[in-house]
């Protein structure tokens, strides 16, 4: 598996490019998330975008190497619990969390699927997941596959395509909110040349929105009973 180091791919989250798009997604999220009461948000992963502005209660989670809490939030925010685990086996009973966020963490999980049946099971009813993650069929996936072994950074990540997360999600009977493709511009390091091509985000939607660097899914657990999936015991 090429899934590349945490703290490698965390330390390209601080570059220009990174923060670019986390800035974007962020934005996406805001505005996908339905509006309602979130008692308890869990965030999955990196933590340089904070998904879980809707959330009262916030906690996150990160892989432990040699014992060390990885991805550990460097500001002041007293409010927010951190938590060692593994996106595949998260520290909370079933259907505990309103909102769960995973962002870009199928992109670098050797069992995708089964993180998000693992997330499916400690997400309540009527609570919601959001997943983002690097499109494989864009010009990000373009550069992913030109890019030479080892790779590093995301383009060390299995990207996968707004279709293939939206199926996986519907077959465990998850309910699709809303869908978004995200950030059209090229994957370019320099951060004067990006902003260059910041006009691009205004016409992606329109013209090229299959190109797209990124993508955000929102889905919703239906009310106890009428999931098409067995909940766990």
Same mark, same amino acid.
């Given at each position: 598996?090429?899934?590349?180091?945490?703290t490698?791919?965390?330390?390209?989250?601080h570059?220009? #490019?990174g923060?670019?798009?986390?800035?974007?997604?962020?934005?996406?999220?805001?505005r996908? &998330?339905?509006s309602?009461y979130?008692?308890?948000?869990?965030?999955?992963g990196?933590r340089?975008i904070?998904l #879980?502005q809707?959330?009262e209660?916030v906690y996150?989670?990160?892989r432990l190497?040699?014992g060390v809490?990885?991805?550990?939030?460097?500001?002041?925010n007293?409010?927010?619990?951190l938590?060692?685990?593994?996106?595949?086996?998260l520290p909370f009973?079933a259907?505990? &969390?309103?909102?769960?966020?995973l962002?870009?963490?199928?992109?670098f999980s050797a069992?995708p699927?089964?993180?998000?049946?693992?997330a499916?099971?400690? #997400?309540a009813?009527? +609570?919601?997941?959001v997943?983002c993650g690097f499109?494989?069929w864009?010009l990000?996936g373009l550069?992913?596959?030109?890019?030479l072994?080892?790779?590093?950074?995301? /383009?060390?990540?299995?990207?996968?395509s707004l279709?293939q997360?939206?199926? /996986?999600?519907?077959l465990?009977?998850?309910?699709l909110?809303?869908?978004?493709p995200?950030f059209?511009?090229?994957p &370019?390091?320099?951060?004067r040349?990006? *902003?260059?091509t910041?006009?691009l985000? *205004?016409?992606?939607d329109r /013209?090229?929105?299959?190109?797209s +660097?990124?993508?955000v899914?929102?889905?919703?657990k239906r *009310?106890? +009973?009428q999931?098409?999936?067995?909940?766990?015991?």
């Open positions: 598996s090429e899934r590349g180091d945490d490698d791919i965390e330390a390209w989250f570059t220009a #490019l923060r670019e798009i986390c800035d974007t997604v962020y934005r996406c999220v805001s996908l &998330i339905p309602g979130y008692r308890t948000g869990f965030q999955v990196f340089n904070d #879980l809707k959330a209660h996150w989670g990160g190497q040699g809490s990885v991805n550990n939030v460097n500001n002041n007293d409010e927010r619990t938590l060692a685990c593994d996106p595949e086996n009973g259907r505990s &969390i309103d909102l769960l966020a962002p870009f963490v199928l992109d069992n699927h089964g993180v998000l049946r693992e499916y099971g400690v #997400l009813p009527e +609570g919601c997941m997943i499109n494989r864009g990000w550069r992913r596959g030109l890019t072994r080892p790779r590093r950074g995301p /383009w060390a990540g299995s990207f996968l279709g997360v939206q199926d /996986w999600t519907c465990l009977g998850l309910e909110t809303s869908a978004a995200v059209y511009r090229p &370019i390091a320099n951060a040349l990006l *902003a260059k910041a006009f985000e *205004a016409v992606g /013209w090229w929105s299959l190109l +660097g990124a993508y899914v929102v889905v919703k *009310a106890f +009973g999931s098409a999936m067995l909940e766990p015991v």
